[in-house]
């Protein structure tokens, strides 16, 4: 069994936010582009629903090992282990990532909001970081960086925990809430959410929108104006579907853009854009 037989056939155009969008300099794109494939291949293992824990551990390892140099048998992590070298980068981020798909094989629940920000910090951070490595900005952007990855991340746990329950018995809704308010994990396997599920995931959704509070000035400390322009339609993006998270059921309202609905959040976002390009700059 090899990393592609596990594909799932999904690309950067089916994300929630952009990847290496018209946004950003023809030059970035392709290295940013073999990053999100690797993390792709990595995440489809993990995700199987057929797969064995071993099985996807064996995979992941392998596209460690071909990383590192030490085998050439995961095609993603021989694209990606070549871009590195070509920008001469170190495989830091994308063995953080791998970190967190391994997690993911064993570990199907999440204890507290700190087991989730530990999670994040593996799963999500490092994509962010990454990016930001390829345009050479400063490591003082992580913070506001790892503040907005951890964002999107929960926001994506909130939107798919119906799904992530069902299909991979996999909750990353934090054990302790669920158990304060007398549930169990088979509450997401529900048409709807009862009140005390309801209470959690608004709850969850006010941690994130802090989140995006700590990611705000994220855009104006970007010195490159074009990937700071994606960060904001990014932020903006984030930002509205939290909101939706406080007054829709992810069990069974769709939180989810639609195409439709892009164009007035472009907009929005360059106002975003343009405001944090006129803030005053940090010094060092």
């Known amino acids: 069994m090899k ?20 946004l950003l300099a023809r030059k970035h794109r392709p290295p940013i582009l073999a990053f999100y494939n690797f993390a792709r291949a990595a995440d489809d293992v993990a995700d199987h629903p057929t797969a064995t824990a071993n099985e996807k551990l064996k995979l992941l390892d392998e596209m460690d090992r071909t990383l590192m140099g030490e085998l050439d048998v995961s095609h993603d992590a021989l694209a990606l282990r070549l871009v590195l070298e070509k920008h001469q980068m170190s495989p830091q981020h994308a ?16 204890a507290d909001w700190n087991d989730l920000m530990d999670y994040c910090r593996y799963s999500a951070m490092p994509v962010g970081r990454f990016v930001l490595d390829v ?5 003082d952007t992580w913070p506001a960086n790892d503040a907005l990855c951890a964002a999107l991340q929960v926001i994506n746990h909130l939107q798919d925990c119906a799904k992530d329950y069902r299909e991979l018995n996999r909750v990353y809704i934090p054990l302790d809430l669920l158990e304060r308010a007398s549930l169990s994990a088979d509450v997401l396997a529900e048409a709807k959410s009862p009140p005390a599920l309801r209470d959690i995931l608004t709850a969850l959704a006010r941690r994130t929108q802090e989140l995006l509070a700590e990611a705000k000035p994220f855009a104006g400390q970007i010195r490159n104006r074009r990937l700071s322009l994606e960060v904001s339609v990014i932020q903006t993006l984030a930002e509205d579907l939290t909101r939706r998270l406080l007054i829709r059921d992810p069990l069974c309202d769709r939180v989810h853009h639609r195409k439709s609905e892009m164009p007035g959040l472009f907009i929005r976002a360059i106002g975003h854009f343009a405001g944090s390009r006129l803030r005053p700059k940090r010094t060092s």
């Open 135 to 139: 345009h050479g900005e400063s490591r």
């Open 95 to 110: 063995l953080m990532l791998l970190e967190a798909f391994r997690r993911d094989c064993t570990k199907l629940r999440t």
């Open 3 to 22: 990393a592609d037989d596990l594909a799932s056939g999904k690309d950067y155009k089916d994300e929630n936010f952009p990847v290496a969008s018209v």
